[in-house]
């Protein structure tokens, strides 16, 4: 089993993007993806980008993970 996390992609180049993810930026690759851009959301995995996801999806599973944490924390 793999955990991908959503992200949003704030700059291409190339085939590798810079990403935030839950406010961290972080360098993945866009080897896997298509027709990434600025403003776009992606799952990431192991430094991979696997698909990309509507914005609507990616707002909902951070909810969902934060939602999580807060549960573990209390």
Do not use: W
Not at 27 to 44: K, R
Not at 68 to 73: F, I, Q, T
């Amino acid at each position: 089993m793999c955990l991908s996390v959503p992200a949003k992609i704030l700059s291409v180049d190339g085939n590798m993007a810079k990403a935030s993810v839950g406010g961290a930026i972080v360098t993945t690759s866009l080897h896997l993806v298509d027709d990434v851009v600025p403003g776009d959301y992606v799952l990431i995995h192991t430094g991979f980008a696997l698909q990309k996801i509507s914005e609507e999806e990616a707002l909902e599973t951070i909810r969902i993970i934060r939602e999580l944490e807060s549960d573990l924390l209390a």
